[in-house]
């Protein structure tokens, strides 16, 4: 005798009345009369109770006082939980009533369903636990539960608007007030329009992001916390090529910008570093060096990476293994260790005087973000702009004026300490989230899933922190 029955294609069958179990369940007024399981488009099965759902007295009254008639019936399915693999959904009539006195007409009132879904309270309950676990995606709560996508990401939107907006509009006030904030623009999924959002560097929760990267996204930000939240904040980390902190101190003149290493090497390797790469090339190449011109133009990553991290990448590094090599400009004494992706850095350093320098003043620079006293932070910074000054080189040059213009707000670093963690953990989760497809087409609720994103598992590439320090 089998036991256990199943199909050709492996799946469990259920045929008689036994093969079913009469469970509890929240559909107040429900009648199960039969069960029947069905197969669904996506060839999953779909058990289906089918039954009638009880028609109070007080439901049937009429706003006149009339107690109404029953007019038509139309079969109502709604969604219902999963069991396992299988769906399931509740399907009875579903009356509609009409006052033989004064004709007004109404629905059965229907005390499990969803507001505004075809499904159960308890499958809309379910879908909103899986999507606050955080740990699946949309197109996987969907595959869970069998909803479509968009039905997912309405109910994911609808649950982030009740955690984060005041009924549905503007975003909540902060939960606490910070010392340090941090303002930073992003890419919008059609990479041509951007974003900025403004971050509490203490817990790193995002407290605002709008559209846009204009000063009155910092303004609009102003007027939601309030002069007097704003009170608490005493630095504002940004980008120097912004004009956030114009914006900030328009409004708060006591907040004190600080320009952050991590902004400060962006701008060195995408206005700097590259530059004089290129220049370098196209000289090699008027030259007629063509080898050497190829040759650094795979040199790209290379040129923008820390002496540390590439160190890190040199596993066999060979301990021990010395070689001085000096510097028209800056004499000898440079001693390093030498392998892989090491090894290439010096060799394209020795070629090229200007490199060599770049190289220089990026370990300077980090030298100088490690003070925690601003004199003395002042005075290498001042040493890193006559280096600059001393090659003549235009790009050089533009970066001197650059360190010049935002001086005071670079040494305040060293009271501050801002460490580019916070705002590396938001760049990552914008890129994880886009990738994940929810940075498309609805603004709103990719601001609203960035906005959770920041208030959840922070850590979650903690090795990349250590990568920036
Ligand atoms: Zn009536």
């Known amino acids: ?133 955080g740990t699946y995606t949309n197109k996987q709560v969907a595959e869970i539960t ?81 002069l007097e939240w704003m009170d608490s904040v005493e630095a504002v980390a940004c980008d120097m090529n912004s004009d956030f902190q114009e914006a900030f101190e328009e409004r708060c003149p006591h907040i004190q910008p600080v320009f952050d290493h991590f902004h400060l090497i962006k701008n060195f390797n995408d206005k700097v570093v590259s530059e004089v790469r290129k220049d370098e090339q196209r000289r090699l190449y008027e030259g007629g060096d063509i080898e050497a011109a190829k040759a650094l133009k795979k040199t790209r990553y290379i040129l923008m990476s820390k002496r540390s991290t590439l160190q890190k990448k040199d596993l066999d590094a060979e301990a021990g293994r010395v070689i001085h090599h000096g510097s028209p400009l800056f004499g000898t004494a440079d001693v390093v260790r030498k392998s892989g992706y090491e090894e290439k850095y010096d060799a394209l350093l020795r070629e090229n005087t200007l490199l060599f320098t770049l190289d220089l003043i990026k370990e300077k620079l980090d030298d100088a973000y490690k003070d925690t006293d601003e004199a003395r932070m002042a005075e290498k910074i001042i040493d890193i702009m006559d280096i600059c000054e001393a090659t003549g080189n235009r790009h050089l040059l533009w970066f001197r004026n650059l360190l010049d213009k935002h001086f005071e707000g670079i040494i305040a670093h060293a009271t501050f300490q801002i460490t580019s963690g916070k705002v590396e953990g938001i760049n990552q989760k914008i890129k994880t989230l886009r990738r994940h497809g929810y940075g498309y087409p609805d603004d709103e609720y990719f601001f609203l899933k960035l906005f959770d994103a920041s208030r959840r598992d922070y850590d979650r590439n903690p090795k990349s922190h250590r990568f920036c320090d």
Not at 159 to 171: N, P
Not at 209 to 225: P, S
Request: aromatic share 8%; net charge positive; glycine share 8%.
């Open 146 to 226: 069998g909803l479509g996508k968009n039905v997912v990401k309405d109910i994911d939107k609808q649950r982030l608007q009740e955690l984060y907006t005041v009924g549905g509009k503007g975003l909540i006030k902060p939960e606490k007030t910070t010392r340090i904030l941090g303002i930073d623009e992003f890419k919008l999924h059609n990479g041509r329009k951007y974003a900025t959002h403004i971050i509490d560097m203490e817990t790193g929760h995002i407290l605002w992001i709008a559209n846009g990267k204009k000063k009155q996204v910092v303004y609009d930000f102003i007027d939601h916390v309030g």
């Open 1 to 133: 005798m089998e036991y256990i029955r199943t199909e050709a294609s492996g799946q469990l069958v259920f045929e008689k009345a036994t093969d079913y179990l009469c469970i509890p369940s929240c559909l107040y007024g429900f009648k199960n009369e039969r069960t029947t399981t069905e197969t669904a488009q996506s060839g999953r099965r779909v058990i289906c109770f089918r039954g009638t759902l009880a028609i109070e007295e007080e439901d049937r009254m009429c706003k006149c006082g009339t107690r109404m008639h029953i007019n038509a019936h139309s079969d109502i399915t709604l969604r219902h939980l999963c069991f396992g693999g299988n769906l399931s959904c509740v399907l009875f009539p579903h009356n509609r009533f009409k006052c033989p006195a004064c004709g007004a007409t109404k629905s059965q009132f229907i005390s499990f369903k969803a507001m505004g879904h075809r499904m159960t309270e308890e499958l809309y309950q379910y879908t909103k636990d899986l999507l606050a676990h």
